[in-house]
């Protein structure tokens, strides 16, 4: 029922933002949405793109980003045969990412962003199972197993897909992105602007880091700013590639992504953030751990450090779906970083 309760609380928030936000051009140090990710451990194979806003940064201007999003999740159903599967996933995923972004122009921007993934046993499962106890939440068969342990174990009649028992780190993939600004609407408070990204093979597919193939990603963004808040809607094609090492049951090519974030400026320096992200699918398996579309829900806040630098927090639960993680945590520092030589342009 309290999920349900949160979905209305977000409906709410974001329809009120959009009827009846004052539309200046003011929100406080602005740098866009939540810096959220999915830590499914079947979605960290992908092209994963961090949640970005329209406008751009000017021409000469740097961004430097650099976030953690840390992860638990269960699913355990040992049991699962009647559906044809086996079906064991107990880890806490870390996911560090950083994201280099520059200015080409006054309406084009480029970036970088590279990964660091770890998957281990963690130490967050008492904290959730009293957490769970205290609300009276069902602890989904938590209390059947030891706490912290590994577990990534999926295998169906037609044969084992992943068997990890050991905890794994490394590098994850890299991404090339760019936005292409396409208009600044409304008194220049709404921006919108395309976001092309590629997906380079660098990680390791046996750890589930990626899928040892290209991906590529073209989002629509749009954002638009007012006296005390900040709209940013991120709504994403998807091309993904098959995995080198999935032949146990089909996959779906082509996905549809979306983020959905408000942000209301409480004081010159600190905004509140509500965020709802999520995506559809690339598994067709006949089970419902793999196949549910993707949805978390995203509470958190932002604090300008000074003009040139902020901090954000966030903590994440899923949503209607068994596709995300249980809950995470979500740390970034976002810095500009001054202006390339010779542009004549800065923040």
Known sequence: MWKYFFAIVFIYVFSAGLLFGSDSSRVGNNKGPLLTNNLYPFYLPFINLLPENAKPLGQGNIRLSISNNYGNTFRLDGDGMADNFLF???????????????????????????????????????????????????NAGRNEVENNQFALNVENKNGIWIDMNKPVSGFGDITLKAKFNLGDLLKKSLYLSLQPAVKIPVGNSDYLFSSGKFDFALNLLAEKTGNNYGLYINLGWLHLSKPENLYIFEFTKDLFSYVLSYEWLVEEDWSIYIQADG?????????????????????????????????????????????????????????????????????
């Open 88 to 138: 064991d996933v107990d880890t806490e995923s870390s996911r560090t990412a950083i994201n280099f972004d520059v200015g080409v122009t006054n309406k084009i921007d480029i970036g970088l962003e590279a990964t660091y993934l770890i998957q281990y046993g963690g130490i967050f499962d008492s904290i959730i199972q009293k957490f769970h106890n205290f609300f009276g939440v069902p």
């Open 279 to 347: 995506s559809s699918s690339p598994y067709k398996s006949g089970y419902h751990l793999l196949d549910d579309n993707s949805c978390t829900i995203n509470l958190g806040f932002k604090y300008k450090l000074n003009e040139n630098s902020l901090i954000q927090f966030a903590f994440s639960e899923e949503l209607f779906t068994f596709a995300a993680t249980d809950v995470s945590i979500i740390l970034a520092l976002i810095f500009n970083i001054g202006s390339i030589p010779g542009t004549g342009h800065g923040k």
